[in-house]
């Protein structure tokens, strides 16, 4: 994914991370298929079709993360695939398999399969320091490493959802990465300081 004019997926597109690195990835000279949830909402989509490069490189797709075959259409033809898309939800959750887990790992296992499927070169998969820590039992005067992971088992007797949605997807893609020889690469991004203008223009999308 280094070459200008190659076609790539933004998963999460309408979102403060996607649409900065879609606004990036035109500019650049790339074609994007970008995911929203919803075609016939402005609030996703306006903010996207009014960057530079957009009217003739910009492809919208509507996706359901657990809608295999609207993400597999929205994967071909792509070289590469970011993945970002994944609720984002910290207050109280009524039902955590539902509104977090089951979007987050195997909406992250459908963007993988269909990516191995249609021949894509390399997956970016954005994690989240949330798949670091809380992790108790590592040692507190040891820095944080590639092995250091957020405890599952304490994350469930907390209810802490989130973090367990993200570390179980991150897992999961490491282990498809492994098993099936697909490039993936994770970043694992913490609290996001916006210092320039927001090419998002709601609150909800800066969070996503």
């Given at each position: ?10 998963t999460?597109?309408?979102g403060?991370?996607?649409?900065w690195?879609?606004?990036l990835?035109l ?10 949830k919803?075609l ?13 490069g ?12 657990l809608?295999y075959d609207?993400i597999?259409?929205?994967?071909d ?12 939800i910290v207050?109280?959750?009524q ?5 977090l887990?089951d979007p ?13 499927e249609?021949g894509v070169?390399?997956?970016v998969v954005t994690?989240?320091?949330s ?6 039992k ?8 590639e092995?250091?992971?957020t405890d599952?088992?304490y ?7 989130y ?5 179980l997807?991150e ?12 490039d ?19 609150l909800c999308?800066i969070g996503?």
């Open positions: 994914m280094s070459h200008g004019g190659e076609t790539v997926c933004v999460g597109g309408s403060c991370i996607g649409s690195l879609i606004s990835l500019d650049r000279g790339y074609t994007v298929h970008a995911t929203v919803d016939n909402d402005e609030k996703e989509t306006k903010h996207l079709q009014a960057l530079k957009a009217e003739t490189r910009l492809h919208l797709h509507q996706i359901d993360l809608d609207s597999s259409a929205a994967i033809g792509c070289a590469g695939v970011f993945h970002l898309a994944s609720p984002c207050d109280e959750v039902d955590p398999e539902k509104q887990l987050a790992i195997k909406g992250t296992m459908n963007v993988l399969t269909a990516s191995k249609k070169k390399r997956v994690s989240s320091i798949a670091i820590t809380p992790s108790p590592w040692p507190a005067d040891v820095l944080k490493r092995d250091c992971w599952v088992e994350c469930k007797q907390n209810g802490f959802w973090p367990l949605s993200k570390t997807a897992k999961a893609a490491w282990e498809f990465a492994k098993e099936k020889g697909l993936v690469v994770v970043v694992n991004p913490g609290l996001r300081h916006e210092t320039g203008a927001l090419v998002t223009v709601t999308g996503q």
